[in-house]
């Protein structure tokens, strides 16, 4: 074997190391989750998915209060973020020029990358916290809701941003030409050519918000009942999650793994999904 | 003003970031007629065609100065107080590459624009509207079997008379096209050239072409722009066979003009 040939050999097997490298924690982490959390989703379906936790050292009980809190949170936090994203992301791509843009898209890109706990601080401190917040309700769901659509919006308006960009311009002038008015042609013409690109980019944002616990702790606390109002701390997934795994309780950590891999298999859906729609991110041949 | 004038530009001056592109244009459209723009790459025909329906207020970093006036409804306005939007449905404009929408089928190509600017209300009367035009752009056979196809799916040359068609549809009256045949072959060249010949009777055509050939087959009156400036205009046996200028000349013989100053 010449030394050229060494060299391939040297480099493709380390690019197929890194590979492995990159497969086997998503794999092992699956692995684990099912092996210690999925045969309590398979032997108590129905307890696991419409029930509450049990106290400590008492057998049974579900988590359905945390699917229910984070199917309330992330709902709210959907319609605040998506309007907002989508409506950013169109005018960061349309008027791509402007001042108004230009810092937009700076900040946003500073907020994708800024801590996720920081943001629910931030929340907590002007929204909620009974000294400054100006809703001074204390830890509550909303809160959480809104950190979350915070989160959020960066992410979908740099994507639907990106996805109007694809649109040749030619399509734009060809829409002016025919005497249409700015919100005629950007509604009517250009969202309904890239619509799989933005919904890919809700998609991306919902994947990111779905397993957020930091932010959700500090603006909404931990709640182990049932939804009650939105004033109120909420259960939810990624923070049930927390709390079981870190507590000393074999029945509580069992659950959490199962909590774990339902929330694992609902964002590689997401993903799974997202991708699907990204190979026809712009309608044109 | 002139009876058999469709468009009068008045000493138009273009510049696009601080850079003067056309640079004092006078030129009176006739009616009814085709009238070809020709001169070199960068002369600025697109340019003037994209000034008379503002088209060229997309770009960023525009000016514009001069008067154009449009004939509307037998009556002249002055395209720069008009509002762009209405100007630019009763000047249609035809482009270079053809763009018809890509996610829509042929039939809502035709009828999202009518539909949009309230030209006409309804399913049927917009289909109705859509056959007519299609007609009138000599497509309504090849396409009457498959109207909601994807409009990608035809070829080149039956993609751009349906932006034609498209264009028909808002009833304008005048109509630009900017080098409509790149790009095609000779069969859909000749189809669309016969195309603009015949659509003259009911509406005026101007058309920015790089080929002196095709503005001798399809043009009435021949314009030629060279940097920025109107250089000759005339009819077209009197531009081709007996040009003023000798730069039109240099030109319509295939001569190169690059570095001649004007």
Same mark, same amino acid.
Request: glycine share 8%; aromatic share 10%; with cysteine.
């Given at each position: 074997?010449?030394?050229?040939?060494?060299?391939?050999? /040297?480099?493709?097997?380390?690019?197929?190391?890194?590979?492995?490298?990159?497969?086997?924690?998503?794999?092992?982490?699956?692995? *684990? %989750? #099912?092996?210690?959390?999925?045969?309590?989703?398979?032997?108590?379906?129905?307890?696991?998915?419409?029930?509450?936790?049990?106290?400590?050292?008492? *057998?049974?009980?579900?988590?359905?209060?945390?699917? &229910?809190?984070?199917?309330?949170?992330?709902?709210?936090?959907?319609?605040?973020?998506?309007?907002?994203?989508?409506?950013?992301?169109?005018?960061?791509?349309? !008027?791509?020029?402007?001042?108004?843009?230009?810092?937009?898209?700076?900040?946003?890109?500073?907020?994708?990358?800024?801590?996720?706990?920081?943001?629910?601080?931030?929340?907590?401190?002007?929204?909620?916290?009974?000294?400054?917040?100006?809703?001074?309700?204390?830890?509550?769901?909303?809160?959480?809701?809104?950190?979350?659509?915070?989160?959020?919006?960066?992410?979908?308006?740099?994507?639907?941003?990106?996805?109007?960009?694809?649109?040749?311009?030619?399509? !734009?002038?060809? +829409?002016?030409?025919?005497?249409?008015?700015?919100?005629?042609?950007?509604?009517?013409?250009?969202?309904?050519?890239?619509?799989?690109?933005?919904?890919?980019?809700?998609?991306?944002?919902?994947?990111?918000?779905?397993?957020?616990?930091?932010?959700?702790?500090?603006?909404?606390?931990?709640?182990?009942?049932?939804?009650?109002?939105?004033?109120?701390?909420?259960?939810?997934?990624?923070?049930?999650?927390?709390?079981?795994?870190?507590?000393?309780?074999?029945?509580?950590?069992? &659950?959490?793994?199962?909590?774990?891999?339902?929330?694992?298999? =609902? #964002?590689?859906?997401?993903?799974?999904? +997202?991708?699907?729609?990204?190979?026809?991110?712009?309608?044109?041949? | 003003? =002139?009876?058999?004038?469709?468009?009068?530009?008045?000493?138009?001056?273009?510049?696009?970031?601080?850079?003067?592109? /056309?640079?004092?244009?006078?030129?009176?459209?006739?009616?009814?007629?085709?009238?070809?723009?020709?001169?070199?790459?960068?002369?600025? $025909?697109?340019?003037?065609?994209?000034? #008379?329906?503002?088209?060229?207020?997309?770009?960023?970093?525009?000016?514009?100065?001069?008067?154009?006036?449009?004939?509307?409804?037998?009556?002249?306005?002055?395209?720069?107080?008009?509002?762009?939007?209405?100007?630019?449905?009763?000047?249609?404009?035809?482009?270079? $590459?053809?763009?018809?929408?890509?996610?829509?089928?042929?039939?809502?190509?035709?009828?999202?624009?009518?539909?949009?600017?309230?030209?006409?209300?309804? $399913?049927?009367?917009?289909?109705?509207? +859509?056959?007519?035009?299609?007609? *009138?752009?000599?497509?309504?056979?090849?396409?009457?079997?498959?109207?909601?196809?994807?409009?990608?799916?035809?070829?080149?040359? &039956?993609? &751009?008379?349906? %932006?034609?068609?498209?264009?028909?549809?808002?009833?304008?009256?005048?109509?630009?096209? @900017? *080098?409509?045949?790149?790009? /095609? @072959?000779?069969?859909?060249?000749?189809?669309?050239?016969?195309?603009?010949?015949?659509?003259?009777?009911?509406?005026?055509?101007?058309?920015?072409?790089?080929?002196?050939?095709? +503005?001798?087959? #399809?043009?009435?009156?021949?314009?030629?722009?060279?940097?920025?400036?109107?250089?000759?205009?005339?009819?077209?046996?009197?531009?081709?066979?007996?040009?003023?200028?000798?730069?039109?000349? =240099?030109?319509?013989?295939?001569?190169?003009?690059?570095?001649?100053?004007?």
């Amino acid at each position: 074997m010449n030394l050229k040939k060494l060299r391939d050999t /040297l480099y493709t097997s380390l690019a197929y190391l890194s590979l492995l490298l990159l497969i086997i924690p998503l794999t092992w982490i699956f692995f *684990e %989750c #099912i092996m210690k959390g999925g045969y309590y989703i398979v032997s108590r379906p129905v307890e696991f998915f419409m029930d509450i936790g049990r106290p400590p050292g008492v *057998e049974g009980g579900g988590i359905g209060h945390a699917i &229910q809190g984070s199917l309330y949170m992330l709902g709210l936090a959907l319609l605040v973020g998506v309007p907002v994203g989508v409506f950013a992301g169109i005018y960061l791509a349309e !008027r791509k020029n402007s001042p108004i843009a230009k810092a937009a898209r700076f900040m946003s890109d500073i907020l994708v990358e800024f801590p996720t706990i920081l943001v629910g601080i931030v929340t907590y401190i002007f929204l909620v916290s009974k000294v400054t917040g100006i809703l001074a309700t204390g830890p509550a769901a909303f809160a959480a809701s809104f950190a979350l659509a915070l989160i959020m919006i960066p992410i979908v308006a740099r994507s639907v941003e990106t996805a109007f960009l694809t649109i040749p311009n030619e399509i !734009r002038e060809g +829409a002016y030409a025919l005497g249409l008015l700015d919100r005629q042609t950007i509604f009517r013409i250009l969202l309904p050519a890239v619509r799989a690109g933005v919904v890919t980019a809700i998609l991306i944002g919902l994947a990111k918000i779905a397993g957020e616990s930091a932010p959700i702790i500090v603006s909404n606390g931990v709640s182990n009942f049932w939804f009650s109002r939105w004033t109120e701390p909420a259960a939810s997934m990624p923070v049930l999650i927390y709390v079981y795994g870190l507590s000393p309780f074999k029945e509580w950590q069992t &659950q959490a793994w199962a909590a774990s891999l339902l929330l694992l298999l =609902l #964002i590689m859906g997401v993903g799974f999904l +997202a991708r699907r729609f990204t190979k026809k991110l712009w309608a044109g041949a | 003003m =002139l009876d058999n004038v469709a468009v009068s530009v008045k000493d138009l001056h273009v510049s696009i970031d601080k850079k003067e592109i /056309l640079k004092g244009i006078s030129i009176d459209f006739p009616r009814h007629a085709v009238t070809a723009i020709i001169g070199p790459s960068g002369s600025g $025909k697109t340019m003037l065609l994209r000034s #008379i329906n503002r088209l060229i207020e997309l770009l960023p970093n525009v000016k514009v100065s001069g008067k154009i006036w449009v004939r509307i409804e037998n009556k002249f306005h002055e395209a720069y107080v008009l509002d762009p939007h209405y100007l630019r449905r009763k000047v249609g404009y035809v482009f270079q $590459k053809p763009n018809p929408f890509p996610h829509l089928s042929i039939l809502k190509n035709m009828t999202i624009g009518p539909m949009l600017n309230g030209i006409a209300k309804g $399913k049927e009367s917009l289909e109705r509207l +859509a056959e007519e035009k299609l007609r *009138e752009a000599g497509l309504w056979d090849e396409v009457k079997e498959r109207l909601n196809d994807a409009a990608w799916r035809l070829s080149g040359g &039956q993609q &751009q008379r349906l %932006c034609i068609a498209r264009a028909l549809a808002l009833e304008p009256e005048i109509i630009l096209f @900017d *080098e409509p045949t790149t790009g /095609l @072959d000779l069969y859909n060249t000749k189809r669309i050239e016969e195309l603009m010949v015949r659509l003259k009777e009911k509406y005026t055509i101007i058309a920015v072409t790089h080929s002196v050939d095709q +503005a001798g087959r #399809i043009a009435d009156f021949i314009a030629f722009i060279y940097n920025g400036k109107l250089i000759e205009f005339g009819s077209t046996a009197s531009v081709l066979k007996s040009p003023t200028n000798e730069l039109t000349e =240099l030109f319509i013989t295939g001569k190169v003009l690059d570095g001649v100053k004007v």
